[in-house]
């Protein structure tokens, strides 16, 4: 009996939940929990706590490895089913909780047909719980074991599509362009080629290849000739995504002719949702060139749209939409007055997360006028609505939003005790992302108190949880963050590090504002190690580069710098 259930919890091949473990061997007739606490005793097992929730594993690793090679392929391959089996049956509704197990058991026993479809549920739970990494390689095991198996096209097709949607996320451009050119290798006229081209043209679009980019979303195009009729969203789409990339390059013409062309396919079909989208695109456009009224025009659009429909809820959001527009141009009385207007439909039609979204921008309102009291009201209300309704992500947020308006009035004890309060929900709900942001602004807020060791503690943090998620984005800003700490603290070897690697990762995420960051600050590290010909020309660089993008703050960091390096060459003139 010991050596069966040690057998058992070697090809479990991780600490296994003592729960697990009572399921998978209730039919043995055997006191597990004796022959547990028996190998206990003999120093081959140990268990993480005295509770159901303890975890139960091997003493030393080696052990569990000498026992797995020791068995027959046969016999693990059979014990690996019968535990794909019994955590299937014994688990039911829960199983989801171990689906990264069921996919790999299923995987060992030679299953392939439960492997991938275990394979295929695990990468999404992954996915929902942004364990990135961890999702993206599952789906990379979907996409091997299915091959060009025409029996696994549907899984195929999925499995991809995730990939490619989740590279975007993650900065993994090239793994996410690796494996859809293959899949458009082998498949050049198979039906996923436009989804596939679409996805491509959009992760090139990210990583700045606006022509190939274009040159994708017209192939997709292309293929969608004649299919009005047969795929009208797809081609909607395309359209909007030249649109997109188009404005990105100031070819603002085109780009209003392609979203006019998504808007009119959306208006033919009644593709109601892309056409709001199509109306967004083209408010954007105007707005990048200048033309204010004609921003609102579209935007007023969607709101007549959703008024012709009898829709409440799109006229919610429209008028929502519309005060954000007010609030970006600086009227915070018209502002407000649309955001009272999408409120009063909210309470209408009864959605309390509609309201919350409300009372929250409101907030935000109040913050930038400098009425942080009646700020902190508002954020108050929509806490309250999303407690109420169990929203704990919405919830996490406006909590967020909360510690910046106290840390904005240099209440850093309330500021931090909402941090704190946002990380908790996080950790509960498994929300890496916000717990990310909490992470680096709480180490923001400790680095402008000038409490250097906290800042480097929290921002650590925030940047180790970045890494593991494979956000790289966040992951280059905490790296920024953590080079100003080190350049404060004097320790200028690990500021050049650390601003080093934020270069490094920002080059290949290719986010300019925060690249423009990181090069004050290397300018600023420069100018203490006394290279001052080069802090100045980095500081400079940046200080054109937050001038075009006109990202204000930045703008007055680099001057700063500039004052600073200008002061100590003697040019008091173009220091002041």
Same mark, same amino acid.
């Given at each position: 009996?010991?050596?069966?259930?040690?057998?058992?919890?070697?090809?479990?091949?991780?600490?296994?939940?003592?729960?697990?473990?009572?399921?998978?061997?209730?039919?043995?007739?055997?006191?597990?929990?004796?022959?547990?606490?028996?190998?206990?005793?003999?120093?081959?097992?140990?268990?993480?706590?005295?509770?159901? #929730?303890?975890?139960?594993?091997?003493?030393?690793?080696?052990?569990?490895?000498?026992?797995?090679?020791?068995?027959?392929?046969?016999?693990?391959? #059979?014990?690996?089913?019968?535990?794909?089996?019994?955590?299937?049956?014994?688990?039911?509704?829960?199983?989801?909780?171990? =689906?990264?197990?069921?996919?790999?058991?299923?995987?060992?026993?030679?299953?392939?047909?439960?492997?991938?479809?275990?394979?295929?549920?695990?990468?999404?739970?992954?996915?929902?719980?942004?364990?990135?990494?961890?999702?993206?390689?599952?789906?990379?095991?979907?996409?091997?074991?299915? *091959?060009?198996?025409?029996?696994?096209?549907?899984?195929?097709?999925?499995?991809?599509?995730?990939?490619?949607?989740?590279?975007?996320?993650?900065?993994?451009?090239?793994?996410?362009?690796?494996?859809?050119?293959?899949?458009?290798?082998?498949?050049?006229?198979?039906?996923?080629?436009?989804?596939?081209?679409?996805?491509?043209?959009?992760?090139?679009?990210?990583?700045?290849?606006?022509?190939?980019? =274009?040159?994708?979303?017209?192939?997709?195009?292309?293929?969608?000739?004649?299919?009005?009729?047969?795929?009208?969203?797809?081609?909607?789409?395309?359209?909007?995504?030249? +649109?997109?990339?188009?404005?990105?390059?100031?070819?603002?013409?085109? +780009?209003?002719?392609?979203?006019?062309?998504?808007?009119?396919?959306?208006?033919?079909?009644?593709?109601?949702?892309?056409? *709001?989208?199509?109306?967004?695109?083209?408010?954007?456009?105007?707005?990048?060139?200048?033309?204010?009224?004609?921003?609102?025009?579209?935007?007023?659009?969607?709101?007549?749209?959703?008024?012709?429909?009898?829709?409440?809820?799109?006229?919610?959001?429209?008028?929502?939409?519309? *005060?954000?527009?007010?609030?970006?141009?600086?009227?915070?009385?018209?502002?407000?007055?649309?955001?009272?207007?999408?409120?009063?439909?909210?309470?209408?039609?009864?959605?309390?997360?509609?309201?919350?979204?409300?009372?929250?921008?409101?907030?935000?309102?109040?913050?930038?006028?400098?009425?942080?009291?009646?700020?902190?009201?508002?954020?108050?209300?929509?806490?309250?609505?999303?407690?109420?309704?169990?929203?704990?992500?919405?919830?996490?947020?406006?909590?967020? $939003?909360?510690?910046?308006?106290?840390?904005?009035?240099?209440?850093?004890?309330?500021?931090?005790?909402?941090?704190?309060? $946002?990380?908790?929900?996080?950790?509960?709900?498994?929300?890496?992302?916000?717990?990310?942001?909490?992470?680096?602004?709480?180490?923001?807020?400790?680095?402008?108190?000038? +409490?250097?060791?906290?800042?480097?503690?929290?921002?650590?943090?925030?940047?180790? =949880?970045?890494?593991?998620?494979?956000?790289?984005?966040?992951?280059?800003?905490?790296?920024?963050?953590?080079?100003?700490?080190?350049?404060?603290?004097?320790?200028?070897?690990?500021?050049?590090?650390?601003?080093?690697?934020?270069?490094?990762?920002?080059?290949?995420?290719?986010?300019?504002?925060?690249?423009?960051?990181?090069? /004050?600050?290397?300018?600023?590290?420069?100018?203490?190690?006394?290279?001052?010909?080069?802090?100045?020309?980095?500081?400079?660089?940046?200080?054109?580069?937050?001038?075009?993008?006109?990202?204000?703050?930045?703008?007055?960091?680099?001057?700063? /710098?500039?004052?600073?390096?200008?002061?100590?060459?003697?040019?008091?003139?173009?220091?002041?």
């Amino acid at each position: 009996s010991r050596r069966r259930l040690l057998e058992l919890i070697a090809v479990y091949g991780r600490p296994v939940l003592l729960r697990d473990l009572l399921a998978l061997t209730g039919s043995w007739g055997a006191p597990t929990r004796n022959l547990v606490r028996d190998l206990e005793t003999r120093l081959v097992l140990e268990r993480t706590r005295e509770d159901e #929730e303890a975890y139960i594993q091997f003493h030393h690793g080696a052990g569990r490895e000498v026992l797995y090679r020791s068995m027959e392929p046969a016999k693990r391959n #059979e014990l690996h089913k019968k535990i794909a089996e019994s955590l299937e049956a014994a688990l039911g509704s829960d199983s989801g909780r171990v =689906l990264d197990d069921l996919a790999y058991h299923c995987l060992r026993s030679g299953d392939r047909a439960r492997a991938i479809r275990y394979s295929l549920q695990a990468a999404d739970r992954n996915r929902d719980l942004f364990a990135y990494r961890k999702a993206l390689d599952l789906y990379e095991q979907v996409l091997d074991l299915a *091959g060009e198996d025409a029996t696994f096209v549907e899984a195929r097709h999925s499995g991809l599509q995730e990939l490619g949607d989740l590279a975007k996320r993650t900065g993994d451009y090239e793994r996410g362009l690796g494996r859809l050119g293959g899949f458009l290798a082998a498949e050049p006229d198979g039906p996923g080629r436009v989804w596939a081209e679409r996805l491509t043209g959009e992760i090139l679009a990210l990583k700045g290849d606006y022509d190939q980019a =274009l040159s994708r979303f017209e192939r997709a195009r292309v293929s969608l000739d004649g299919s009005l009729d047969e795929n009208p969203r797809a081609l909607a789409m395309v359209e909007l995504n030249m +649109a997109r990339v188009l404005e990105m390059k100031g070819e603002f013409e085109k +780009a209003r002719a392609h979203g006019e062309a998504g808007l009119w396919v959306t208006g033919l079909k009644g593709l109601w949702r892309e056409r *709001g989208a199509a109306l967004s695109i083209l408010g954007n456009i105007c707005w990048s060139q200048g033309d204010v009224d004609g921003a609102l025009r579209h935007h007023q659009r969607c709101l007549e749209l959703y008024d012709e429909r009898e829709n409440p809820y799109g006229l919610a959001v429209a008028y929502n939409n519309i *005060g954000i527009l007010y609030h970006e141009k600086g009227e915070p009385e018209k502002a407000l007055s649309s955001y009272g207007r999408s409120l009063e439909l909210y309470e209408r039609i009864g959605s309390h997360s509609g309201m919350a979204l409300c009372y929250s921008n409101i907030g935000i309102v109040y913050e930038e006028r400098g009425e942080r009291e009646q700020a902190i009201e508002y954020h108050g209300k929509a806490v309250d609505i999303l407690r109420r309704i169990g929203d704990r992500t919405g919830q996490a947020r406006t909590i967020e $939003c909360l510690a910046a308006v106290y840390g904005a009035m240099g209440q850093w004890e309330e500021s931090e005790r909402h941090h704190n309060e $946002c990380l908790e929900i996080c950790r509960k709900i498994g929300n890496t992302p916000l717990s990310i942001y909490a992470y680096l602004n709480l180490g923001e807020n400790h680095l402008r108190m000038g +409490a250097i060791g906290q800042a480097i503690d929290y921002v650590e943090k925030g940047t180790d =949880l970045a890494r593991s998620t494979g956000s790289r984005m966040l992951e280059g800003v905490g790296l920024g963050l953590l080079g100003e700490a080190w350049r404060q603290k004097k320790d200028l070897a690990k500021a050049r590090e650390a601003l080093g690697a934020a270069t490094a990762t920002f080059e290949e995420v290719e986010c300019s504002t925060e690249m423009t960051k990181v090069r /004050v600050r290397m300018a600023a590290l420069l100018a203490d190690e006394a290279d001052l010909e080069r802090a100045l020309e980095l500081a400079e660089r940046a200080y054109r580069e937050a001038t075009s993008a006109k990202t204000q703050e930045t703008i007055g960091l680099a001057a700063l /710098v500039l004052a600073r390096v200008e002061h100590v060459r003697g040019g008091l003139d173009r220091a002041m």
